[in-house]
């Protein structure tokens, strides 16, 4: 096959490698009629399944998948990266060209990937996974699930809502409602917390391009850094025979900018991620990418391989955040508006969640929200309930399902409908018919419980008018809530609840729910 077909096949790999992607992104809340998991990139993503085991201390099989990634890289190199990875399409797609290729960034900025990656790395070895946000899977799924997918719905929405306003369009646009848009936005208009913060991480990983094509996978991608190690001496790597005519148009075109014109225009096969950009545009083919054997023509050291006392540098760095976030106040108290996910209490939870956003994303009330400082640096982006938000379903149990790394366990549905994740408690300086004698029973009747968790008493209090009134009022039975949350989502106070779900008590007396 020549250089020019290789190339519209990688072009191909690639637009289906996301298609499959965002096909896995949507048909995740559907779970049981996807055909394919739907955290199938995390599984094939090294990164993930390592600083997961360490930080975890567990094998966990469906992580295991990732290692025909690393085979992949040893063998033929970076294709993840150039032929897969989703995150490098949005890359290719929103790239501005030959004008970024005129900016010089120091070579030795690659150095940054390779220690990020040592960093994550030690950081799992101490427990710890706050940089594990930089996972390339990661970040398109959080900003998928909270920035672009509900600003398209919400653009989508908005015009629909516009041509509604044309009699003459009502027929069509039921047709296309019924069958594209609730399908593919099941109904609920979502909101995010960190909907912002995240939307603009990425837009400030796709700005990066402007000042060089791929910025991200050459100096900034951990996940790029842990293959091209691999990558260092992969059996099929690029050639150029001595027929090369130095015309340069090579290095002109490469998106990683990795062939040397200083050096025979060599390049680096832990850099290059085979797009076949080179040969295709070589115009006398002297660019190939033939097999060699590791032992005997080993890839020779960069400038910007990390130094013995970089990568110690690293270690001591690792050591010295999780040192700080070790003094956190969380680790005394904890946050009492910080509830978990069903089951996370059972795991150690804050070392092997991936911040990646599977959970948010499935979650059918939007309760589940990326946390950002509520519980500490440590905490930034792990999944927490909300529950003025939303609720945790009593009838779901997708988070369970979707979690790659085991963080929340996969628990049954009645297993999780009776493990608490919180306790609910009424302000009776803001409930109805405490502070107000007001008749409501909102919080009785939403309780999902068939032995409620919540009752109501009888009493006699004394209206405006002075006349004496009989008035039922909610209180909660502790041992028998589960901290699901939809008491507090339905209650009709304005503004704050007046009955809240709080963190369960350090000792998990009720553990025996019902």
Not at 413 to 432: F, H, V, Y
Not at 446 to 459: F, G, H, S, T, Y
Request: one cysteine or more.
């Amino acid at each position: 096959m020549n250089p020019k077909s290789i190339r519209r096949l990688r072009k191909g790999s690639q637009n289906i490698s996301f298609a499959l992607f965002m096909f896995l992104f949507v048909q995740a809340v559907f779970l049981g009629d996807a055909p394919l998991a739907s955290d199938l990139y995390y599984r094939f993503d090294p990164l993930i399944a390592a600083t997961a085991m360490i930080a975890g201390r567990a094998l966990i099989a469906g992580l295991l998948y990732s290692l025909i990634n690393l085979l992949a890289a040893v063998i033929f190199g970076r294709v993840w990266c150039g032929w897969l990875c989703p995150m490098g399409t949005v890359l290719d797609w929103f790239s501005p060209g030959n004008l970024a290729k005129k900016t010089n960034v120091p070579e030795k900025w690659r150095t940054i990937k390779y220690l990020l990656f040592a960093v994550l790395i030690f950081g799992a070895v101490f427990g710890n996974q706050s940089l594990v946000i930089a996972d390339p899977i990661s970040i398109l799924t959080r900003t998928m699930t909270t920035s672009l997918w509900p600003g398209l719905r919400f653009m989508v929405f908005g015009i629909e809502s516009f041509l509604y306003k044309f009699d003459l369009l009502w027929p069509a646009l039921d047709v296309f409602n019924t069958n594209i848009l609730l399908p593919l936005f099941q109904g609920i208009e979502s909101v995010f917390i960190a909907a912002l913060p995240m939307f603009l991480f990425f837009a400030v990983i796709v700005g990066l391009n402007w000042i060089t094509e791929r910025f991200w996978c050459r100096y900034l991608c951990p996940l790029g850094g842990m293959l091209g190690l691999f990558s260092r001496s992969s059996i099929y790597r690029r050639e150029v025979s001595e027929a090369c005519t130095s015309c340069g148009l090579c290095a002109q075109n490469c998106p990683t900018g990795t062939i040397d014109k200083e050096n025979n225009f060599a390049s680096d096969p832990a850099e290059c991620i085979y797009c076949y950009e080179c040969a295709a545009d070589c115009p006398v083919q002297v660019i190939s990418f033939p097999a060699h054997t590791p032992i005997l023509k080993p890839a020779g050291r960069q400038a910007y391989d990390p130094t013995r006392r970089q990568v110690l540098q690293s270690l001591l760095g690792s050591a010295a955040g999780v040192s700080l976030v070790g003094i956190e106040t969380i680790q005394r108290r904890q946050p009492e508006r910080m509830i978990r996910p069903p089951g996370a209490t059972l795991t150690d939870f804050t070392s092997v969640c991936m911040r990646c956003g599977e959970c948010v994303r499935v979650c059918p009330t939007q309760g589940l929200q990326p946390s950002l400082l509520e519980g500490g640096w440590q905490n930034v982006f792990t999944p927490h309930l909300v529950p003025r938000l939303g609720y945790c379903s009593f009838t779901c149990d997708a988070c369970t399902q979707v979690c790659p790394t085991g963080a929340i366990p996969p628990i049954t549905l009645e297993e999780k409908q009776q493990t608490p994740i919180g306790l609910a408690s009424i302000n009776t300086d803001r409930c109805l018919p405490w502070a107000y004698n007001t008749i409501c029973s909102v919080c009785e009747e939403m309780c999902p419980l068939a032995e409620k968790a919540i009752r109501q008493e009888e009493v006699e209090v004394i209206s405006t008018q002075g006349d004496v009134v009989t008035l039922k009022r909610p209180y909660v039975l502790r041992e028998l809530c589960i901290g699901c949350g939809i008491c507090e989502y339905h209650c009709p106070a304005g503004g704050e609840a007046a009955i809240q779900v709080e963190t369960l008590p350090t000792t998990n007396i009720f553990i025996t729910g019902v």
